[in-house]
């Protein structure tokens, strides 16, 4: 199957295993990926995960700005399969018409559930209690093409954006290595999305990262876990902008408390009213200051001061 040549395209982290597992069992005769951006408060220009690791195979990079724009640059490489995975661009018709095998996509969802760019993110976020990888060929819309395979996890309770992200990543390089010869031989079967159980996970705006405490209990928790490691869910503390990274959930009942409220203190964590009932902030980062436990916090501050504070 080194005969069979592919094209990858691909972007964020999350695409790494599943680009070096098929750069080391396959013919990948050249990359695609997002040009270089500016990144931190230098404005370092930086190239994506991908980019970096296509240098340890000596792959040609191509860096279109826009890809409906810019698809002959693929063209020139005669590709007889595209894959992409979390590329993030859509990709015009005739690309992915030209190869002989077509264009197949690694998308972190078990299609149709979550279409969209932050699968992973809403999986939490929206309270699923399953997810997984569907690898599919694409078509002109979002994520909406025929099935090819599919494989499934759960998703715990302990589970933030960073652990299931690196473990639907592993699960997709292994899917793919396992679907790949299926796809080359002809022998899978095809199967259309039920556009009836369709639902999205879209890119996550900055409205989406803050925290609404008059969300139950548990809805805060799916959020905060859903936005950690990066970018961190937030509220506001006395004006000062409050990242959350993690929560613990408390049974305590409030019939009169207004949501958002700081009721009281644990050894390791600040109490605050969500919903009806309780989170207890465990992990955090106030603005200007490194990220911390709550009890590391707890140590340096007046405690009282902070009782019937409402964060928002």
Do not use: W
């Amino acid at each position: 199957m080194k005969d069979v040549r592919i094209v990858f395209m691909g972007t964020p982290d999350f695409a790494v295993p599943v680009f070096k597992a098929l750069a080391e069992n396959y013919n990948v005769v050249a990359v695609v990926t997002q040009p270089d951006k500016k990144v931190g408060r230098k404005q370092v220009l930086t190239p994506s995960p991908i980019k970096k690791a296509s240098a340890e195979f000596n792959i040609p990079v191509l860096q279109p700005v826009r890809i409906k724009d810019e698809y002959e640059d693929v063209l020139k490489y005669k590709p007889d399969m595209i894959i992409t995975c979390a590329y993030g661009q859509i990709i015009p018709k005739l690309l992915l018409d030209y190869p002989k095998y077509k264009c197949i996509n690694v998308h972190a969802s078990l299609l149709p559930k979550l279409r969209g760019g932050a699968p992973i993110h809403h999986a939490i976020m929206d309270g699923y209690d399953k997810t997984g990888i569907t690898i599919m060929y694409m078509d002109t819309k979002m994520d909406t093409g025929d099935i090819i395979s599919k494989s499934e996890t759960d998703i715990t309770k302990d589970d933030t954006l960073g652990s299931l992200h690196d473990r639907l990543s592993e699960m997709g390089k292994d899917l793919l290595l396992e679907t790949l010869p299926n796809i080359i031989k002809g022998n899978i079967k095809r199967v259309k999305q039920d556009e009836s159980e369709a639902t999205y996970g879209y890119n996550i705006t900055k409205e989406d990262e803050k925290i609404d405490f008059n969300k139950s209990n548990v809805e805060v928790d799916n959020k905060v876990r859903a936005l950690n490691p990066t970018p961190g869910a937030y509220t506001t503390l006395n004006g000062k902008r409050l990242k959350v990274y993690d929560v613990r959930l408390s049974d305590r009942y409030y019939a009169n408390t207004k949501p958002g409220t700081i009721v009281g203190f644990e050894k390791d964590g600040i109490r605050v009213v969500a919903g009806n009932k309780e989170v207890i902030l465990t992990d955090i980062a106030i603005e200007g200051k490194k990220r911390c436990l709550v009890k590391d916090y707890l140590n340096g501050i007046d405690k009282e001061k902070l009782l019937g504070v409402v964060l928002g």
